[in-house]
């Protein structure tokens, strides 16, 4: 292969000999925080260059992952496996990463859900993605994880978004001298945190439906076609055995949720907006869902504790994404809204499921 690189990291031009894909044309950056991606074009055709998070790199994660792709695209799920190199080998290693190459599928990558045919189409596909991925042979198969080993909690727990885990997080937050001048949201952080410790325990949450989720089930890891049809799902890196709540929480919010800005894929903070809630959107993605994939009580009842484990997580996270003197803000920022709301709305939702 002809190495003609554009600007782009040393690794990728180091990566890409080791798959047979042509003649090399250009290299543009794509997107991504944790995982970045390239546009690849050589002389036989386009293809996306994925760099992994270094929490999702182990030989382990990325064989789940990638053995889930291919279960999935097996039961008719639209996603995508990796190309193989040419010694058959499903990711590169340079140094310290991990990176993989994907046929480029054109598509429209949203960067809002307000259409309602948008939304719905995302409950749908959902839904059927759960009852595909249920039975994965390798569903229950991962060790415990340590989400937030670099937030200074090392511990690992097979349950993500652990409540007593997050309380360790939020706990430094808090404890910071500057936290005061974030009084509301710290106050409901902290209501939150307990009302997760002690209403969405081990066994209410061992109790509830579960399957091998998503894990970050947003509008950044969707692709639609100019019709509005959902023809991928990517970014499985922290797929794991989960109830079904934590995925349709997420979605409820990151897609059935309101932008106030368009969503750039590339920008943790634009990622992590705090959504506009509406009774009637919130109803419309659990009715979607509903209709495929049939819910039961006990997950009606705790979809906004999934959320409220979601939301706190992603907040906490993003911060090792932003410059030291921002994480404060970017953690406690509009941070009550979402969780007021539901506070406030919920029994509306579910007088229209």
């Known amino acids: 292969m002809d190495m003609t690189p554009q600007s782009s990291p040393d690794f990728v031009q180091r990566c890409l000999p080791a798959y047979d894909i042509g003649e090399l044309k ?14 690849v074009v050589t002389d036989r055709g386009a293809w996306l260059l994925r760099l992994r998070g270094l929490r999702t790199s ?7 992952d990638h053995g889930l792709r291919q279960h999935l695209l097996g039961r008719r799920i639209p996603t995508a496996t990796p190309v193989p190199t040419r010694a058959g080998q499903t990711v590169v290693r340079i140094d310290d990463r991990a990176l993989e190459l994907y046929a480029f599928i054109d598509g429209v990558g949203m960067r809002d ?61 808090l404890k910071h001298p500057d936290a005061q001048a974030y009084g509301d949201a710290a106050q409901t952080a902290t209501r939150w945190l307990e009302r997760l410790r002690t209403r969405f325990d081990r066994n209410v949450y061992d109790g509830l439906p579960h399957t091998v989720t998503h894990g ?3 509008l950044a890891n969707l692709l639609f076609d100019e019709h509005g049809r959902l023809i991928g799902v990517f970014d499985y890196d922290w797929a794991r055995w989960a109830p079904r709540v934590r995925d349709i929480a997420d979605g409820m919010f990151f897609i059935g949720g309101r932008r106030r800005t368009p969503l750039r894929a590339e920008d943790i903070w634009s990622l992590t907006e705090a959504a506009e809630l509406t009774v009637d959107r919130c109803a419309l993605w659990l009715r979607e869902y509903r ?44 941070l009550a809204e979402p969780l007021a709301w539901l506070d406030a709305n919920w029994p509306a939702v579910m007088a229209l499921v």
Not at 26 to 39: H, I, L, M, S, Y
Not at 128 to 146: G, K, M, N
Not at 294 to 308: K, S, V
């Open 216 to 218: 970050d089930f947003t």
């Open 113 to 173: 859900s307000h259409a309602r045919h948008i939304l719905a189409e995302a409950s749908r596909t959902l839904a059927r993605l759960h009852r595909a991925s249920v039975s994965y042979p390798a569903a229950q198969a991962l060790p415990p994880v340590a989400q937030y080993a670099s937030l200074g909690v090392p511990d690992a727990s097979d349950r993500m978004e652990d409540p007593g885990l997050l309380c360790r997080v939020y706990d430094q937050f």
């Open 58 to 64: 182990s030989d382990e994660l990325i064989a789940f």
């Open 26 to 39: 250009d290299v543009q950056a794509f997107g991504g925080t944790a995982g970045k991606t390239w546009r």
């Open 291 to 334: 209709d495929i994939g049939a819910l039961a009580a006990a997950e009606f009842e705790t979809i906004p504790l999934a959320f409220g484990a979601r939301w706190l997580s992603v907040r906490a996270e993003g911060t090792a994404k932003v410059a030291p003197e921002d994480r404060l803000r970017f953690c406690f920022g509009n």
